[in-house]
């Protein structure tokens, strides 16, 4: 079974350990007084995410930072499918949140974006963490109210609401992901993606017939001369953010709200 996305560890164990329900010990069985809190093991495996990405968290590794042994972490987590969804409530609850520029909603939404934007760029692991199935913890159930909240009074029903702000948070998590890729790239690569191309244009120049492309060469060359390469994360967020916030207010117009 895959754990690293959401949810993809026993719904009731999981539901436990994040809202800190206690469970029940096995009969017969006493075990010793825990040292420590789901925090502070939420905190090191986020570090360690942070730090090396997401397939570093294992129990051993985790257990290793806290020290403890791998078994006796299990007594406080059930599984890596468990802690990936406590460390993912713990950034959630954890994240800063700005005051928008005005009490609009376009400003609010913004401000909601901006937030999650902040909060990938701090824990780049997140962006590649599927969260369909996300955990229904504290810090999440926290962070959704503050964000529907964005967009109210706009005239969108409850289920428009949701659709909206789900469009909104996926926008956001694609930037990072590509964001995060583009890092990757110019890390693995040792080159910025203007000395990339600039070491591959004689290359280029021999294989690329731009009478044959004449659009793509045209458009291609406008846009990498703007971005100093084929791909500038800023520019990508801060326009599609406004196209989506522009379609919302297509739907709020249509809602007679606006």
Same mark, same amino acid.
């Given at each position: 079974m895959a754990t690293n996305r959401s949810g993809a560890g026993d719904p009731a164990r999981t539901l436990a350990l994040l809202w800190g329900v206690p469970t029940a010990p096995a009969a017969g069985r006493r075990g010793p007084r825990q040292a420590h809190s789901p925090a502070e093991i939420a905190t090191a495996a986020v570090e /360690? =995410?942070?730090a090396e990405g997401v397939e570093a968290v294992t129990m051993r590794r985790v257990a290793q930072a806290l020290g403890l042994s791998p078994m006796a972490l299990y007594t406080y987590v059930p599984g890596k499918a468990? /802690?990936?969804?406590?460390? +993912?409530?713990?950034?959630?609850a954890r994240m800063p949140r700005s005051t928008p520029a005005d009490d609009g909603w376009r400003a609010r939404a913004t401000?909601? =974006?901006?937030?999650?934007?902040a909060l990938h760029r701090a824990h780049p692991w997140m962006a590649a963490v599927p969260t369909s199935r996300p955990p229904l913890g504290p810090g999440l159930m926290a962070k959704y109210e503050y964000e529907l909240r964005a967009l109210a %009074?706009? %005239? +969108?029903d409850d289920v428009e609401l949701d659709a909206a702000l789900? *469009? +909104? /948070?996926?926008?956001? #998590?694609?930037?990072a992901r590509m964001a995060a890729d583009e890092r990757a =790239? &110019? #890390?693995d690569s040792a080159m910025s993606d203007e000395q990339w191309w600039a070491g591959n244009a004689e290359l280029l120049a021999r294989v690329f017939?731009?009478? &044959?492309? $004449?659009?793509?060469? &045209?458009?291609?060359a406008a846009a990498g001369a703007a *971005? %100093?390469? =084929?791909?500038? $994360?800023? *520019?990508?967020?801060?326009? %599609?953010?406004g196209r989506v916030l522009d379609g919302l207010a297509a739907l709020i117009r249509d809602r007679g709200e606006e």
């Open positions: /360690l =995410a942070d468990e /802690l990936l969804d406590l460390m +993912l409530d713990t950034v959630y401000a909601v =974006a901006d937030d999650n934007l %009074g706009t %005239g +969108l789900t *469009h +909104l /948070l996926g926008f956001v #998590q694609t930037c =790239a &110019r #890390q017939d731009p009478e &044959r492309y $004449p659009t793509a060469a &045209r458009v291609g *971005h %100093g390469g =084929a791909y500038s $994360p800023s *520019h990508a967020y801060e326009f %599609g953010l």
